[in-house]
């Protein structure tokens, strides 16, 4: 499977975002600013040093609405079949856990983690992101 290297930039002081970031067709950095259409060349500075903004790598994931899901700061709402065939609501956050080296979601509510290989087995079901952590913190709760 092969995905888009692309990020989400977002000023570090206010949190807001402003645009993305990727590695274009040829192997270059560009950026598209929010409610642009062009990509260009090199990375989002405004004038200011790279370390003001922060970014977000795309998981490669879309949910059922086609939205696209960041590492650490999207918000998602799943179904997950247990072991003994029941479902369960959850919501957690996409993130690398360098420990185990896989992808894994951070569940609110429970302290456990899930590998994101369960996406893939068909143990997850419906999958939507509800927001992201700086706009939607309550969802944690």
């Known amino acids: ?14 949190k807001e975002i402003i645009g993305h970031e990727r590695i274009g067709e040829r192997g270059q950095w560009e950026h598209k600013r929010i409610n642009r259409d062009e990509w ?5 500075t405004d004038g ?6 922060i970014r977000n790598q ?20 799943f179904k997950l079949l247990t072991s003994i065939n029941e479902y369960i609501e959850l919501i957690g956050v ?6 185990e080296l896989r ?26 992101v509800v927001g992201n952590i700086h706009d939607n913190p309550e969802l944690l709760k």
């Not at 499977?1 to 206010?14: P, Q």
């Not at 996409?94 to 420990?99: L, M, N, R, S, V």
């Open 94 to 99: 996409p993130f690398y856990d360098e420990t």
């Open 58 to 77: 795309f998981t490669g994931l879309t949910d059922k609405n086609k939205v696209e899901t960041f590492f650490n700061i999207s918000i998602v709402k």
């Open 40 to 44: 260009l060349l090199g990375a989002i």
């Open 103 to 128: 992808f894994q979601l951070n569940i609110y509510g429970n302290s456990e983690y899930i590998a994101l290989n369960y996406f893939y087995n068909g143990q997850m079901f419906d999958f939507e």
């Open 1 to 14: 499977m092969e995905r888009e290297i692309k990020f989400e930039v977002r000023r570090d002081d206010t």
């Open 48 to 53: 200011q040093e790279y370390s003001k903004f």
